[in-house]
């Protein structure tokens, strides 16, 4: 065979066959010319960049705004992920929390403050946090338990016909198997909601901490859901994220304490932890540039409603 004279490629730029990987110099992925674009307005001036160092800038630049944002939340580990579109379909920012187990529930669970005020934040917690965050409470933790160990009953005297009638008499009997009374009669009195102080009652600053917290959440749930960091669509998961329906629907965080329901949430739990947990606290597609600039604008509201939460948690009205 004879190779053509160089002199044939004069003026031309030569093609490297599709069947020769060029791993050093790929073209930009979707996702990253997408927020190249957002990048690129908010860098002055312009320079000169190989595709590496394109794409290490965009992720840096992304990376670090996201940090900014998200940086001082503690209370929980959280990541974003940008995911490709499958057909055609847009890129994808998702918020990711990966925090397994109880949450850290401080002085409402170990402080000496009075039963009143720590319910009364315990049930904030427990009506505003999954706004934001993957978490169940115990109300969703007895409906779980309920269709494991009572076939969806809630009465003792159904739970154990329901028992009998799996198990039979004998192992019944013999048996140390919790009963919805018994499960209930473990709640320590902070997790009952009949409790709770109501906010008028409590110490000043703390209902001030309670008021933001509700100010923050309800300035989140007005944010339109189409261009909300910290919403999804389950459909919309299963299509960015192929596989993932196999996981659990249970959420890896909980506000139960495992000190008095460890059999339970382990019980309830075994899927998740074979299989993963559905872990998304949001997932937005953009389908242009413009859109992240909105996007940023809601991981800041759910950062600010987190912090609102994390300093709830890290003040005891009790501690002089």
């Given at each position: 065979m004879h190779?053509?004279?160089?002199?044939?490629?004069?003026?031309?730029?030569?093609?490297?066959?599709?069947?020769?990987?060029?791993?050093?110099?790929?073209?930009?992925?979707?996702?990253?010319?997408l927020i190249g674009q957002w990048v690129a307005a908010r860098t002055p001036g312009s320079q000169s960049l190989t595709r590496p160092e394109a794409r290490r800038h965009i992720e840096r630049v992304f990376s670090e705004a996201v940090h900014d944002v998200l940086g001082?939340?503690?209370?929980?580990?959280l990541r974003t992920v940008v995911l490709h579109g499958h057909d055609h379909g847009p890129p994808a920012i998702a918020i990711i929390c990966d925090s397994l187990g109880q949450l850290d529930l401080g002085w409402i669970e170990t402080g000496d403050a009075?039963?009143?005020?720590?319910?009364?934040?315990?049930?904030?917690?427990?009506?505003?946090?999954?706004?934001?965050?993957?978490?169940?409470?115990?109300?969703?933790?007895?409906?779980?338990?309920?269709?494991?160990?009572?076939?969806g009953e809630t009465d003792d005297e159904s739970a154990r016909q329901s028992m009998i009638d799996m198990y039979g008499p004998d192992e019944i009997e013999n048996s140390e198997m919790t009963l919805p009374s018994t499960m209930?009669?473990?709640?320590?009195?902070?997790?009952i909601s009949a409790n709770a102080a109501r906010p008028s009652r409590l110490p000043a600053r703390l209902r001030q901490l309670l008021s933001e917290l509700h100010d923050a959440?309800?300035?989140?749930?007005?944010?339109?859901?189409?261009?909300?960091?910290?919403?999804?669509?389950i459909e919309t998961v299963f299509e960015y994220v192929p596989g993932i329906e196999e996981c659990a629907t249970l959420p890896p965080l909980t506000l139960v304490p495992f000190d008095q329901f460890a059999r339970e949430l382990d019980d309830v739990g075994r899927h998740g932890m074979e299989m993963g947990f559905m872990d998304f606290c949001g997932l937005?597609?953009?389908?242009?540039?413009?859109?992240?600039?909105?996007?940023?604008?809601t991981l800041r509201a759910g950062a600010r409603f987190l912090a609102c939460a994390q300093a709830l948690l890290q003040f005891d009205p009790a501690r002089k």
């Open positions: 190779s053509r004279r160089s002199a044939d490629l004069a003026g031309r730029s030569p093609a490297v066959s599709r069947d020769i990987p060029v791993l050093f110099d790929c073209p930009l992925a979707p996702h990253h010319k001082a939340i503690d209370m929980v580990d009075p039963i009143r005020w720590r319910a009364a934040i315990y049930k904030a917690l427990g009506e505003t946090l999954r706004r934001a965050l993957p978490i169940f409470g115990y109300d969703d933790l007895f409906e779980e338990v309920s269709m494991y160990y009572w076939e209930n009669a473990r709640r320590p009195e902070w997790m959440h309800d300035a989140l749930a007005q944010s339109p859901r189409e261009l909300n960091a910290w919403d999804y669509d937005c597609p953009l389908p242009d540039a413009d859109r992240i600039d909105n996007w940023f604008a």
